[in-house]
């Protein structure tokens, strides 16, 4: 079964850092995502991605975050600076590989555990 | 006011039971998905939903989308120890942006 992968599982980083987490969708797939979960809380929407641009951002992606896809399989997302509050579970997610991405349900990797000390 | 209201939100059987969590809102959807997210793991697509009145079943699972798209269910027949997690609710609120509900965490104990 096709996976999402996501590297590193765990990254412990100082407060005003800059972390990259890394994201290989799975192939065929055309949007990806970048998701967190801050612990004991929902899972929220971060960025959805498509033909190379950001397609829509939540109120939570600010200027300290970007996303990239850097090659044909990677997906990035970049914290410029990290804060305590930055502390979470981020989940990459890619689905496709058509319109209508409700039908075909969205594929999660396992995440990267972030910690700002 | 949270656009999916899932209840409730903790639940503990004993291995064998039956169970249903709710997953309910105000506004009409043209689908909706259910996830189940283990701990440390990301959420993992069990269903979509389309249809008003879908009933879906997987296994022991059954899923049913409300006549009027405003709801769902989720049905676990002689749940085991295997099927604890949190179960989740989601739909897209725009092209690219899947929303969650707070989640359903199921405990089956044996």
């Known amino acids: 079964e096709p996976e999402v992968t996501q590297t590193p599982s765990h990254q412990v980083t100082q407060m005003g850092q800059e972390v990259i987490l890394r994201c290989v969708p799975i192939s065929n797939h055309l949007y990806f995502y970048w998701y967190r979960q801050i612990l004991g809380q929902k899972v929220e929407f971060l960025v959805s991605f498509y033909n190379n641009e950001i397609s829509e951002k939540s109120e939570i992606f600010d200027d300290q975050f970007s996303v990239e896809r850097p090659d044909g399989s990677n997906f990035t997302l970049k914290i410029r600076s990290t804060k305590l509050e930055d502390s979470a579970m981020y989940f990459c997610a890619s689905s496709g590989p058509g319109q209508g991405t409700s039908l075909y349900g969205y594929t999660f990797g396992s995440g990267t555990r972030l910690t700002v000390v | 006011t949270q656009l999916l209201e899932q209840s409730p939100q903790f639940l503990s059987i004993q291995e064998g039971e039956n169970l249903t969590v709710y997953c309910n809102s105000s506004s009409v959807f043209s689908s909706l998905q259910w996830y189940r997210q283990e701990p440390g793991e990301g959420p993992v697509l069990l269903v979509t939903?389309?249809?008003?009145?879908e009933v879906k079943k997987l296994k022991r699972l059954t899923f049913q989308f409300g006549d009027a798209r405003k709801d769902s269910s989720l049905h676990i027949t002689a749940a085991q120890t295997g099927d604890t997690g949190l179960y989740l609710c989601?739909?897209?609120?725009?092209?690219?942006?899947?929303?969650f509900g707070e989640g359903t965490q199921l405990t089956v104990n044996p």
């Open positions: 989601g739909i897209e609120t725009s092209g690219s942006r899947l929303t």
């Open positions: 939903v389309v249809t008003g009145g």
